[in-house]
């Protein structure tokens, strides 16, 4: 199936060209009808010569009900654009031209209605010149009358055409259907419509509503008014849901694959001026309205820099949508100080994760570097912008996830990489003068610092000069040197355990010299005092001299043996032989005894 949008001046005569294409009537208000004008979004469909089926979205004309033409237009690849031979090109023709060149819709005909009343020649080439100018280019074009039938099977035909020309739609893209009905039906519960522009949807998939991201389950599904169990995209689809209440669904709203859209509320984008607009007439406010696909919020607009005809900007929206970078959107000036609509922009999203701009001059640095890009920016830009990111967070984003080493789930960009490293060897050397008696930075700190958001990240980017040791990161060849009172308090301990160096001070010796926990900590790691237990501590070197004066013992011995010949206490000498133990200085004999080996 192919879907297609009408576009055009009110009352040039595009719900009656749909009409007498299809035999069916686009407008579903009864007071459509009775005013012979269009409200709301119509829809209708053909098959074609070809056997293709084509459905037509009927939009609006009236210059009070853009908001609602967009809304159709926005999921639809392709337009049949009607300007009426008796009048020619007029405002809303060009207004809808101008969204239409906005959105980059590259696919559609021309057709001059009502070629019975005036000659259509002029008009057609009038109209073909200014359609060649947006982003559609050169169309086919067909005049004719629905009146007489003159131009008809030529339409048709140049329909045809058209549609086979389409580019075939990505079948594995995420969903993302924009809504444009909601209602109830007794029995089956709430059906929403959209045009399907990428992706499948079959029975039985868990889909989730934006903006709350409520989970739904499609129970039904229709196409052109036949049940389905699997819709490929482009196509017209009527969805079932389970789990959804009428009440909470409206137009704008967006059926999504779950996981793989950005919902932001901030976004940074490029906007380009239309091509009619002068360009130093381009007065921007600040807030208007943004149209994407069918729905529509108001932006509050942060100019960021400007190049000529184009302006980075930051929209903070009111509304949350579902977006990707590289999605086309309308910026529409709702002009109700000046009683007109006029499109004021073309938005091409560059940024869903926006960074804060804290400090003078972020602003426009960021905005040149977005007016720099050539295009849209892929997956190495995008990390190279944000240094760190998920690999998930790339599919959320919309783009490709560069080929760069993974850190668990995290990828970090090469040059942030050296970036961050730099920082953190001095991060941690000023550390290590600000906290001396510490035995280095603690990783978390290292990781606040840096604004990293995995812990894994900062052990990955640390340079050759730092380690990581429990927990704590410190220079590989970082010598500890005690700050003063804390080195002649140790010095004192030393020159006391040279008279007895068995006899560990007693923690209110260890006190009165202001020595706690903390200061003992920090001697051990300078390898000025031995540390046995907490609290218990002796001279460098002293467990190897005790294993050498045990060694000449009577083997094996007991504690009390070992007590009596180095002259200490039992408070002392069972940790002193517990470390022995785990030295390799001393073994076990039975649950009394040891024996004593001297190292080679």
Same mark, same amino acid.
């Given at each position: 199936?192919?879907?297609?949008?009408?576009?055009?001046?009110? &009352?040039?005569?595009?719900?009656?060209?749909?009409?007498?294409?299809?035999?069916?009537?686009?407008?579903?208000?009864?007071?459509?009808?009775?005013?012979?004008?269009?409200?709301?979004?119509?829809?209708?469909?053909?098959?074609?010569?070809?056997?293709?089926?084509?459905?037509?979205?009927?939009?609006? #004309?009236?210059?009070?009900?853009?908001?609602?033409?967009?809304?159709?237009?926005?999921?639809?690849?392709?337009?049949?654009?009607?300007?009426?031979?008796?009048?020619?090109?007029?405002?809303?023709?060009?207004?809808?031209?101008?969204?239409?060149?906005?959105? #980059?819709?590259?696919?559609?005909?021309?057709?001059?209605?009502?070629?019975?009343?005036?000659?259509?020649?002029?008009?057609?080439?009038?109209?073909?010149?200014?359609?060649?100018?947006?982003?559609?280019?050169?169309?086919?074009?067909?005049?004719?009358?629905?009146?007489?039938?003159?131009?008809?099977?030529?339409?048709?035909?140049?329909?045809?055409?058209?549609?086979?020309?389409?580019?075939?739609?990505?079948?594995?893209?995420?969903?993302?259907?924009?809504?444009?009905?909601?209602?109830?039906?007794?029995?089956?519960?709430?059906?929403?419509? #959209?045009?399907? #522009?990428?992706?499948?949807?079959?029975?039985?998939?868990?889909?989730?509503?934006?903006?709350?991201?409520?989970?739904?389950?499609?129970?039904?599904?229709?196409?052109?008014?036949?049940?389905?169990?699997?819709?490929?995209?482009?196509?017209?689809?009527?969805?079932?849901?389970?789990?959804?209440?009428?009440?909470?669904?409206?137009? +704008?709203?967006?059926?999504?694959?779950? +996981?793989?859209?950005?919902?932001?509320?901030?976004?940074?984008?490029?906007? &380009?001026?239309?091509?009619?607009?002068?360009?130093?007439?381009?007065?921007?406010?600040?807030?208007?309205?943004?149209?994407?696909?069918?729905?529509?919020?108001?932006?509050?607009?942060?100019?960021?820099?400007?190049?000529?005809?184009?302006?980075?900007?930051?929209?903070?929206?009111? &509304?949350?949508?579902?977006?990707?970078?590289?999605?086309?959107?309308?910026?529409?000036?709702?002009?109700?100080?000046?009683?007109?609509?006029?499109?004021?922009?073309?938005?091409?999203?560059?940024?869903?994760?926006?960074?804060?701009?804290?400090?003078?001059?972020?602003?426009?640095?960021?905005?040149?570097?977005?007016?720099?890009?050539?295009?849209?920016?892929?997956?190495?830009?995008?990390?190279?912008?944000? +240094?760190?990111?998920?690999?998930?967070?790339?599919?959320?984003?919309?783009?490709?996830?560069?080929?760069?080493?993974?850190?668990?789930?995290?990828?970090?960009?090469?040059?942030?990489?050296?970036?961050?490293?730099?920082?953190?060897?001095?991060?941690?050397?000023?550390?290590?003068?600000?906290?001396?008696?510490?035995?280095?930075?603690?990783?978390?700190?290292?990781?606040?610092?840096?604004?990293?958001?995995?812990?894994?990240?900062?052990?990955?980017?640390?340079?050759?000069?730092?380690?990581?040791?429990?927990?704590?990161?410190?220079?590989? &060849?970082?010598?500890?040197?005690?700050?003063?009172?804390?080195?002649?308090?140790?010095?004192?301990?030393?020159?006391?355990?040279?008279?007895?160096?068995?006899?560990?001070?007693?923690?209110?010796?260890?006190?009165?010299?202001?020595?706690?926990?903390?200061?003992?900590?920090?001697?051990?790691?300078?390898?000025?005092?031995?540390?046995?237990?907490?609290?218990?501590?002796?001279?460098?070197?002293?467990?190897?001299?005790?294993?050498?004066?045990?060694?000449?013992?009577?083997?094996?011995?007991?504690?009390?043996?070992?007590?009596?010949?180095?002259?200490?206490?039992?408070?002392?000498?069972?940790?002193?032989?517990?470390?022995?133990?785990?030295?390799?200085?001393?073994?076990?004999?039975?649950?009394?005894?040891?024996?004593?080996?001297?190292?080679?």
């Amino acid at each position: 199936m192919h879907v297609l949008a009408t576009a055009g001046h009110v &009352d040039h005569g595009k719900s009656t060209l749909i009409r007498t294409l299809t035999g069916m009537e686009p407008d579903r208000l009864a007071e459509e009808r009775d005013r012979g004008l269009t409200i709301e979004l119509g829809f209708a469909w053909l098959t074609l010569p070809s056997g293709r089926q084509v459905a037509f979205v009927d939009v609006p #004309g009236h210059e009070r009900f853009l908001g609602t033409m967009l809304a159709g237009v926005g999921p639809v690849p392709a337009v049949l654009f009607a300007v009426a031979a008796d009048e020619g090109w007029m405002p809303q023709s060009e207004e809808h031209l101008a969204a239409l060149d906005a959105l #980059g819709v590259q696919h559609g005909l021309l057709v001059v209605t009502r070629s019975d009343l005036a000659d259509p020649a002029p008009v057609l080439a009038a109209a073909q010149q200014r359609i060649g100018e947006s982003s559609l280019g050169k169309v086919p074009a067909v005049a004719v009358s629905a009146t007489t039938g003159a131009g008809l099977p030529e339409l048709v035909a140049a329909i045809d055409e058209v549609t086979s020309d389409l580019p075939a739609p990505d079948l594995t893209a995420p969903v993302r259907l924009w809504l444009d009905r909601a209602f109830s039906i007794r029995g089956s519960g709430v059906v929403v419509t #959209g045009t399907l #522009g990428a992706g499948t949807i079959k029975l039985g998939d868990e889909l989730e509503l934006s903006p709350t991201r409520h989970r739904v389950q499609v129970r039904g599904l229709q196409t052109l008014e036949q049940p389905a169990r699997l819709v490929g995209s482009v196509a017209r689809v009527a969805v079932n849901l389970r789990g959804a209440e009428r009440s909470a669904i409206s137009r +704008g709203m967006a059926l999504l694959t779950p +996981g793989q859209w950005s919902l932001p509320d901030a976004i940074d984008v490029r906007l &380009d001026q239309p091509e009619y607009a002068e360009a130093t007439d381009w007065d921007m406010p600040g807030a208007a309205v943004l149209h994407m696909g069918s729905g529509r919020t108001v932006a509050r607009i942060r100019p960021l820099a400007r190049d000529q005809r184009r302006l980075a900007a930051r929209l903070t929206l009111r &509304d949350r949508l579902p977006l990707h970078i590289g999605d086309r959107a309308v910026l529409r000036d709702a002009g109700q100080a000046r009683g007109e609509t006029r499109i004021l922009a073309r938005v091409t999203v560059l940024d869903v994760r926006p960074p804060v701009l804290r400090r003078r001059g972020d602003a426009a640095n960021r905005g040149t570097r977005m007016l720099a890009l050539a295009d849209i920016p892929d997956g190495a830009v995008v990390l190279a912008q944000h +240094g760190v990111l998920r690999k998930a967070d790339f599919t959320m984003m919309g783009v490709a996830p560069p080929d760069v080493p993974a850190v668990g789930e995290w990828l970090l960009h090469a040059g942030r990489r050296g970036e961050l490293g730099e920082q953190l060897v001095s991060l941690v050397t000023e550390y290590a003068e600000a906290h001396p008696l510490e035995r280095g930075m603690p990783l978390d700190a290292a990781r606040r610092a840096l604004c990293l958001p995995d812990r894994r990240l900062v052990a990955a980017l640390m340079p050759p000069p730092l380690r990581l040791v429990e927990g704590r990161i410190r220079t590989a &060849d970082q010598a500890q040197v005690l700050p003063e009172p804390l080195a002649s308090a140790v010095r004192a301990v030393v020159t006391e355990l040279t008279k007895s160096p068995f006899r560990a001070p007693e923690q209110q010796e260890l006190a009165a010299r202001r020595l706690d926990r903390k200061g003992l900590a920090a001697a051990e790691r300078a390898g000025q005092l031995l540390r046995i237990a907490d609290g218990i501590v002796l001279a460098p070197g002293a467990d190897r001299e005790a294993a050498k004066i045990l060694a000449t013992l009577p083997q094996p011995f007991s504690a009390s043996d070992a007590r009596q010949a180095l002259d200490t206490t039992r408070r002392v000498i069972i940790p002193l032989l517990e470390l022995l133990d785990r030295e390799g200085y001393t073994e076990r004999v039975d649950a009394n005894q040891r024996r004593c080996r001297l190292p080679d």
